[in-house]
């Protein structure tokens, strides 16, 4: 490989760049989608149809006064909305997209992966609690305990895969699926619908949105983040939810794969990932419209007595099954 | 225009502030937000921390308890922000005026950017009030 090629896909597509173009892009789709479950038109004046609203969101909020409190405690402060958005773009840079490989792919990366989306809950819970705010910190405990709830349950249904596909590698999981069928089809579904619901859970929206519960803790472990570091945090969720998305659709989905044309693999392969990508949002989105928030014991309680035995169970028919 | 104007101009952010208001401007605010008249084709966002607001939203007469919540909230705001008094009794004290535990008026308070008058105000208004604050803005 060319290391100029390999920086060029690094920094560029399918990259960084690209994975923050989309991740405004899936923003926009998200509170569309969400508005018209709610008979409004969402945003519409930014832009053709509102598509540069969350740009424009981001740019403000990069101009406003940054404000650092008195009591917080000031370098976890200053770096972690960093930590949170250099998480969750590594995490992106191991999807494949242009084609079975992702740009990080090493035999194992699929834990690789998981243990990125536990760090990036870790980062939320630091930051609440260096925030020392009374809003903040409540919100950081409950994002700690919502972690217990949902991790389990996500990383058996992530197991299951690998049951499935004989293999932690994502470049094997993927090629297994483009060769035979797509997990989602067949014994995989219990665990695909397991991983929407954590991941929903993961990405802190409506139900599982209790860490930033907006009428009880104003707005949680980020109320003390203003300006730039806000924006940050934003984007993480941003390109989290595409991540998160392009996971359930690397596991499940069968990645970029699909009806190819020879030769014309690095173009086919995007866009067959951008399509499955979109139907894993619309699914996320409509979890988000039609539900209402729960309480963090009951969402604890959901967990323990009900995903995580069916995730199990789910384990043991996979195991008896391949 | 220049690129951040124009993204200030394109995403307000609310935060709602009762200072002793008899909720029914309160509820035009609200009205203001949901499907009906949705102020998101704006781009604008009820938030929840003061931290994360660009607009102050205030409703009511600001009496000399809540004064100090007031300036306290608004100090917590970052810059740039503007301030719009949504109402009669915020903009004057209305039927309050001369009370010797009102002050007369928001603007004897904190600065304020645009004036809603009504009471209450109708949605339709609000809209306006906000646009025309864009408006000045936009000019600015």
Known sequence: MYPLLELLQILIFPGILFAIFLAFIYEWLDRKIYAKFQNRVGPLYTGPMGILQPFADFVKLLAKEDIVPNDVDKPLFNILPIFALTLSLTGFLALPIISLKGIISFNGDLIFLIVLMTLICIVVIYAGVSSSNRFSTVGAERAALQLLGYEIPMMLSVVSVGIMANSMWIYEIVSIQSNTFWFLIGPGILGFAIFIICGQAELERIPFDIPEAETEIVAGWLTEFSGRKFALFRLTRNVELLYLSGLAVTLFLGGPSGPIILGLEPILYPIYFLIKTLFVLFLLTTLRALFARLRIDQMVNFSWKYLIPIAILHILFVRVIF | ?140
């Open chain 2, 1 to 140: 225009m220049n690129i951040v104007k124009w993204a200030r101009l394109k995403s307000p952010w609310l935060l709602h502030f009762n200072t002793g208001a008899c909720n029914a401007c309160d509820i035009e605010v609200l009205a203001a937000l949901t499907p009906r008249y949705d102020l998101e084709r704006f781009g604008a966002l009820l938030k929840a921390s003061p931290r994360h607001a660009d607009v102050l939203v205030v409703t009511g007469p600001v009496t000399r308890q809540v004064k100090d919540r007031l300036l306290r909230v608004y100090n917590q705001m970052p810059d740039p922000k503007f301030v719009v008094a949504v109402g009669t009794c915020c903009i004057s004290g209305g039927v309050f005026n001369g009370c010797y535990n009102v002050y007369p008026g928001l603007d004897s308070v904190i600065p304020v950017d645009a004036y809603i008058f009504g009471c209450p105000p109708k949605p339709e208004a609000i809209i306006n009030g906000v646009v025309a604050l864009l408006k000045k803005l936009e000019g600015s």
